[in-house]
Each structure stands twice: as C-alpha cells, then as structure tokens.
C-alpha cells in the first residue's frame, strides 16, 4: 500500500468513527481541496446516523479513491450490505483502483443498470446514495466510439451535447423510490455541484470533452421536494482558495461555476426520506 493510499484508509476509518460529530464543526479532517472533503464525512456520518444497514450506491465504478475506502470499510461491519450499480462495469477500469483493492471490489455485488431508465428488482435497500452522480445521468453514456475512455467523449468542446430530459430527477427518484424499503421509509442520500446552473463542460485526463449538470434554485428543487421524499436535511457549501465553507442558501451559490474546472465551485447536499405512502408511479 502506498502512502497516499494508507493516508485514504486511515481517513475513513477515522471519519466513520467520528459519527454525529463527524460534521458539526468546519470540516476540519479535509483531505483534499475538492468537494469529497465535504461528502465523505458527510455521508459517513448519515450512515450511522441514520442506522443503515444495507446501501446501493449510484456510480460505484468510478467513485473517487477516499469516497469509495469509506464505503468499503463500512460495507465490511458486521450486519451491512453494500451493493453498487452503474453503466461501466468495474472490471472494465480495474487499472484505476489500487491493485490490493481488487479483491474486496469484486466481490461487492455491481447490478449494470442505467438508473433513470430501470430501477432494481427484488431489492430493497435501507438507503440509496447519489454522491456526486445526479448530476452526470443523461450526459454520460458508455464509449463506443472513443477508443481507451469509459465514457463517450468529444475531440472539440462544440461537438459536446449538453442538453438532457427536463424530467431526470423526477425518473431517477421515481425509481430510487421503488428500491427503498416499503416499511418504516428509506432514505437516499445525496450531493450536487452546485453553482450559476445548466450543463457544464469538463476536459478529462485525455483531454476529451464532455459535461454534467449543475444545480441553481430551480433544478434543485426537482430533488428535495420530489414528490415520493421528504428532505430532511439540506445543506450548502461553497470553495474559496481551496477551502469549503458552509453558506446558508443555494441562492448564495448563484455567481460561481465549475465550467471548465476539475472539481466543483459549489455543493449542494440532502437526506431525503422516503413516504411511506407514495402513491401511483408517474
């Protein structure tokens, strides 16, 4: 193990015991300047504070090294489940995990599925986390034409298509909704880039082109008051010269953007707990 990657072990383990607490001052354990300095601890500390005993996390395949060791590590306690979906099966990019990872990863249940358009059957989950993915669903597709990238991806940042359904959110919860457990709700968990809003474009490591979406006002609605959920918690975070602090409001987030940047400007977090009555699907 090298030392960067004992660094993100350590860092979980320390994170998961820190529970409640975990978030109460200004995020003071930051192991790097981007936003998985916030949603990390922040999702660990929900797991425990929130009893979770069995997760699907949306985007397993490519979760940043720190996000995916604290998941890892809380899917081996005693009594948890932990299973992952995505559109990009692992053992396509296993170059990109640490080697002595490996073993652990493939043997976490990965359900190939494109969550706005299917949701899992005969599955139910206490939670369901979104962790920097919302965002990507609809723009990102597997490569068929782009030869050594997972994604399909644009030479030229004009050829990008930066449009997506209006209703993305309303499908994606839809279904998160019909795998959370009937009895007593379940909770999703979920983390945003946040900013001036609309598609933004990122350049990746191969210098191809391509864009997520970021959240303003309006489109974050379409999350915390999606009709089969009720939000909890909702919490805002913006980054100055490489450190996050917390804001009061979205609307504090409106005159900064990512476009362009490798990490995100501003996030936007939530629980949502599912209804118990959810009515008829739409």
């Known amino acids: 193990m090298t030392e960067l990657e004992r ?3 350590e860092y979980s383990h ?3 015991k820190m529970g409640n607490d975990s978030f109460n001052s200004a995020c003071p354990h930051q192991f790097e300047h981007t936003e998985r300095c916030i949603e990390v601890p922040w999702l660990a500390s929900r797991l425990n504070k929130y009893k979770i005993g069995s997760l699907l996390d949306i985007g ?3 979760a940043s090294h720190d996000y995916l060791r604290m998941i890892l590590d809380w899917g081996k ?3 948890h489940k932990l299973h992952g979906t995505d559109i990009i099966n692992p053992e396509k990019v296993q170059t990109r995990y640490p080697k002595e990872w490996w073993d652990e990863i493939s043997k976490i249940r990965i359900i190939m ?3 706005s358009q299917y949701s899992i059957k005969n599955e139910e989950y206490d939670a369901v986390s979104l962790i920097s993915t919302m965002e990507h669903i609809g723009f990102d597709k597997p490569s068929v034409t782009v030869s050594k990238s997972a994604f399909e991806r644009s030479k030229n940042a004009d050829e990008v298509i930066r449009v997506r359904s209006v209703d993305t959110e309303k499908r994606v919860l839809n ?3 019909k795998m959370l457990k009937r009895t007593g709700g379940g909770y999703c968990f979920v983390s945003v880039p946040s900013g001036k809003g609309g598609s933004v474009l990122i350049k990746d490591s191969m210098d191809l082109y391509g864009c997520y979406w970021e959240y303003e006002e309006n489109s974050w609605k379409n999350i ?5 959920f009720t939000c909890l918690e909702q919490r805002f975070f913006i980054e100055d010269d490489k450190k996050w602090k917390e804001v009061g409001s979205i609307q504090d987030l409106k005159n900064v953007s990512a ?4 990490y995100a400007a501003g996030l936007s977090v939530a629980v949502l707990k599912k209804r118990i009555t959810e009515g008829e699907d739409e």
């Open 113 to 115: 599925n494109d969550i």
């Open 259 to 262: 476009n362009m940047k490798s």
């Open 7 to 9: 660094e993100i072990y």
């Open 175 to 177: 279904n998160v909704a």
């Open 77 to 79: 306690e005693k009594g």
């Open 224 to 228: 915390v008051e999606h009709r089969k």
């Open 14 to 16: 320390e994170i998961l």
């Open 60 to 62: 397993f395949t490519f």
